[in-house]
């Protein structure tokens, strides 16, 4: 297994160390190559993703990337020019963003019921293509557009990965997430299409919901979700969202996938490089280990997947929320729980 | 006080009838004139707001709508050629949202904070200018685009407004929330636009949030947003939230200004016409009379909008949430807290 570690910025590097020393005990003769990209890289040479990192990116069968951005860099620079540009070049096309409830987690919400969801977010298309553009900059005639693009190959591709995802789930059910009634362009392509594909997945029962309404059963009924197919910006908002009702983004992962596996997938917390608690040594590194077990999924390794998630569940149901450990020693406990398991099982 | 109605559909009617009981009290000498627009219409006479009704609703000084939707008619019909058309036609550039958590309001969050904030959402630009396109609709290679228009004109006029307002209140803070990292075109106008009129307005304390991230925080934190400021997308969907963690949207009103004063204002619950439990009497009227309330501000009448307020709040306070009431009786109790609010302060 060849792959490549971004860490980034932030909590960044503290997070992935935990996530490495989880992987170690999982797969020992993973082959692992650190690229330094980010704020730091930016701000010593202007380089945000050189071409030759890029091709080296290319040759690995995975990528795992902790956080990138920092304030010091002017909003949108690192967005566009790295981590956007990363999973446009390398086809992201299938954002995988699952949001679980673990046993003894904590949710803002009363009395939350099981949750247990995945978010399948079309990841090379919608608002965040880049289109658009300033106009009379300036002036009191600014126009400032930005253009939604959605094309039939690439809603039909992130389409059929959820169908397929929610026929393997045991409830089966799958929710179309968009804004038919005032986007209907884009609506009428998204509806068409899971139409179409559902027609493939008789026994997938699926439904549809605005994205207004989706936030209001987030929080007053987020148990009705199983799969949720959707834009990449209301991916991005629905899934901020989600991980919220599941205990905080400190515990979200996410997959960044080319299905069709000819450029490798990354792997990412959903959360961000938190310069406000950077350097202390005190982020959850959790998010960071259960994307390794994303992962391990996509290439194939479910045993050593289950066996991460296993142990993070045990840590979570177990573990004093109030001071959980700092980043060094929750990645310790998760790293021996995998390990004790792994024996276990081996 | 010339007033234009619109009953629409589903509980439109049901909840309108009460909120116009509860102006009786306060106004009884407004001139009420009522327009069938909606479904019914469009299935009669494939009429959605002929040009005729339109020049006759900018004869009054504000238009009252209950809600515009019904299965029977295909998704954005009513949507685009109604309601949304009476936003643009009627230049409601300022779609003010309040969410306050009433005292005796169930929130599905833990342990609530008190939340008391107005979303200031831009009403006539944005994703809902209905630009955009399908191109070879029904083949492999279709292409369906949305595109957010954003002008300084525009953007200038909401963010004013929205400065004003948390200038009015307590804490005087204003929270602009949009996608800067991503829509960076957009984002760039916003900020700017924001920045500029923030030196007009020094007591004015004003943060930046992400769409996603103030997501998190409307069900982690609500208690920290005071004004919030944003686009009209966000703002359709922050609303819903925000409504959601203040006890639903069967207590949220919205108003849609135009702020000139130059067309009639509309005012409307931010429920929809809720066709699953229409014509059973069960609809809670309190979003479309706290509309009222927002209309009788509008209109100058800060007395009267009180004393409904007031009399919402005692009712909320004291009433059974397990069985409030059929709609009439709601609208009843209200009436007759307004009148004896009336009597009381007259
Ligand atoms: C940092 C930002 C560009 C990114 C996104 O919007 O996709 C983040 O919010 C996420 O969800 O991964
Ligand atoms: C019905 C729909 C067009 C409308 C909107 O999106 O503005 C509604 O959701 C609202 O918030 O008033």
Chains 1, 2 share one sequence.
Do not use: C
Not at 102 to 118: E, K, L, N, Q, T
Request: no cysteine; glycine share 8%; hydrophobic share 40%.
């Amino acid at each position: 297994m060849r792959l490549a570690v971004i860490p980034g910025d932030g909590i960044g590097p503290e997070v992935v160390a935990e996530a490495l020393k989880v992987l170690g005990e999982v797969v020992p003769t993973a082959e692992i190559t650190r690229y330094d990209l980010g704020a730091a890289r930016w701000h010593a040479t202007g380089e945000l993703l050189p071409e030759s990192v890029l091709g080296e990116l290319r040759q690995h069968d995975a990528i795992l990337l902790g956080a990138v951005g920092d304030p010091s860099v002017p909003s949108g620079i690192l967005e566009r020019g790295l981590l956007l540009r990363l999973r446009f070049e390398l086809d992201h096309h299938v954002n995988l963003r699952p949001a679980r409830l673990y046993p003894g987690v904590r949710s803002p919400i009363a009395d939350p019921p099981d949750i247990d969801m995945v978010v399948v977010r079309e990841g090379t298309e919608g608002l965040y293509a880049g289109n658009g553009g300033l106009l009379r900059k300036d002036t009191p005639h600014e126009i400032a557009t930005e253009v939604s693009i959605n094309t039939s190959f690439g809603v039909d591709r992130v389409v059929r990965d959820a169908f397929s995802r929610a026929q393997a789930r045991p409830r089966k059910h799958l929710t179309l997430v968009h804004k038919t009634n005032v986007l209907t362009h884009a609506g009428s392509l998204w509806s068409r299409v899971v139409e179409e594909v559902s027609l493939l997945h008789p026994e997938v029962t699926v439904n549809y919901q605005h994205v207004d309404s989706a936030t209001i059963h987030m929080v007053t009924d987020p148990g009705r979700f199983d799969v949720i197919v959707t834009d990449n910006l209301f991916g991005d908002i629905l899934t901020d969202l989600a991980a919220a009702v599941t205990g905080g983004i400190g515990l979200a992962a996410s997959g960044n996938l080319d299905v069709t596996r000819r450029n490798p997938s990354m792997f990412e917390p959903v959360h961000g490089s938190a310069p406000d608690i950077a350097g202390q040594g005190i982020a959850d590194p959790t998010a960071a280990v259960l994307s390794v077990a994303l992962m391990l999924d996509h290439l194939g390794e479910h045993e050593s997947a289950r066996r991460i998630e296993a142990s993070v569940a045990f840590d979570l149901a177990t573990r004093d929320h109030a001071s959980p450990g700092a980043t060094y020693a929750i990645g310790d406990r998760l790293a021996a729980l995998v390990s004790s398991n792994t024996r276990t099982t081996a």
